[in-house]
């Protein structure tokens, strides 16, 4: 390749290391690259491109889940929630550790996000584990591992940010999200409870909620468990498209929030508008950046090239999966899950497609691995969210996750090596 090639490339991960903002690492170094080829591309096709990333339909899906997770949050659904998590499972040893994972598959229907999710449960339900004899290594290592089962339970934002880079259906993704995301909570219930039996931790009730205890609870929570309820149904049906989902949960959640809990007043708009625009803005810009990005990348026949090198390397689908979760564990040990994902699906997906690898299945495999990745030291994201709130030190950290990344890990090559249980629920529901 050429210097004009290799430069871009090279800055990007000098940038990145420099802890440079992912999207401006993205646009800087596409920048460098069209100014060295200004005979065969002209300079401003970087600004043209990066412009032509906000006219997605499908892209508009982001800032309308995004928004509905923040006027969730908002409405008092996350507390009534909580309370529900803990009639459910309270009684299990390790209670509030239980209700930590179960409410993160909870939330997954509704903010979709793992950092969001990892911020929340971190001023939430750590200061209580910690009131009740839960070590602070301990209750944050579980709030960060519980945090990744939330993008991959609709309508996570890496599951669309896959589906428009690879060209899947954002349907079939969503549809394939629910079991592994429901499977995840088990497994990680199973070992809160081993940890928690190993080290004394009490569940917080004492015996099962009554009758009347979980009637009154789900009868306060069951408007925020209708919605992922009528997410599948509306996209089975037909009734909208994804993106129009996006749309018809904001509505859905200012209803909520402001005729039934009455906890959304006007003076909540603004805060609510603050938070989803900041939280879209950030998104947008990585894609933007990153649509730059990929025409370089298009324009050299980078992704061609990585596909080659892989199939020549990989001639078994078995041996392309295994390569692609070390590849994709290292690499999301730096990005953002949502970034690698953006950078990382148009150059694997083709290495995909030529060893008949089925690319929701793929999807999903790349979702989980990115997300796992957050929780691995030394630089994984919801892992310096929670830490950063919690006060938990690097080093007790480290010494507490160990055991969940084997969990976790373990779980991951199960997917990646039984399709038929990702595929499960799409093949059900769209077959």
């Not at 690319?359 to 691995?369: D, K, Q, R, S, T």
């Amino acid at each position: 390749m050429q210097l004009s090639v290799w430069l871009p490339l090279l800055l990007l991960f000098v940038f990145l290391f420099l802890k440079i903002p992912v999207a401006f690492s993205l646009a800087f170094s596409t920048l460098v690259y069209f100014m060295f080829n200004s005979q065969s591309q002209p300079t401003d096709i970087i600004v043209q491109n990066m412009m032509s990333g906000t006219t997605s339909f499908t892209y508009l899906a982001i800032p309308f889940f995004t928004a509905a997770g923040v006027i969730f949050n908002y409405s008092g659904i996350t507390e009534r929630l909580m309370n529900l998590c803990e009639l459910l499972v309270g009684k299990f040893r390790g209670g509030l550790a239980q209700v930590n994972i179960v409410l993160s598959a909870l939330m997954g229907g509704l903010s979709g996000s793992a950092n969001a999710d990892a911020a929340m449960q971190s001023k939430m339900l750590v200061p209580q584990m910690e009131r009740l004899g839960y070590s602070k290594p301990f209750s944050t290592v579980v709030t960060v591992a519980s945090s990744c089962i939330t993008p991959i339970i609709p309508p996570g934002i890496v599951l669309i940010l896959y589906a428009t880079a690879s060209g899947v259906s954002i349907q079939e993704m969503f549809y394939a999200g629910y079991l592994p995301g429901f499977l995840i909570m088990l497994a990680e219930m199973a070992l809160a409870g081993y940890q928690s039996r190993k080290r004394g931790y009490k569940p917080t009730r004492e015996k099962f909620g009554t009758a009347k205890e979980f009637g009154k609870n789900l009868k306060e929570s069951v408007w925020a468990l209708f919605l992922p309820f009528g997410l599948i149904m509306g996209l089975r049906f037909g009734v909208f498209t994804p993106t129009e989902a996006g749309a018809c949960c904001i509505v859905y959640a200012l209803l909520v929030g402001a005729l039934i809990y009455r906890t959304i007043k006007w003076k909540s708009l603004a805060p609510i508008l603050r938070e989803s625009v900041e939280a879209t803005a950030g998104i947008m810009l990585i894609i933007c950046a990153s649509i730059a990005f990929g025409k370089f990348l298009t324009w050299e026949r980078i992704p061609m090239i990585i596909s080659e090198a892989i199939l020549s390397i990989c001639h078994q689908p078995w041996q392309f999966l295994l390569l692609v979760n070390v590849l994709l564990m290292i690499v999301g040990m730096f990005f953002e899950g949502g970034a690698a994902m953006i950078l990382l699906a148009p150059l694997l997906v083709p290495a995909a497609q030529s060893l008949g690898v089925n690319l929701i299945h793929f999807g999903i495999v790349m979702a989980i691995n990115l997300t796992l990745a957050g929780v691995t030291p030394p630089f994984g994201a919801m892992m310096f969210v929670s830490s950063s709130i919690t006060g938990c030190s690097f080093s007790d950290y480290c010494k507490e996750v160990w055991p969940w990344c084997v969990m976790l890990f373990a779980v991951l090559l199960v997917f990646t090596f039984v399709p038929g249980i990702i595929l499960f629920v799409p093949n059900l529901l769209m077959g």
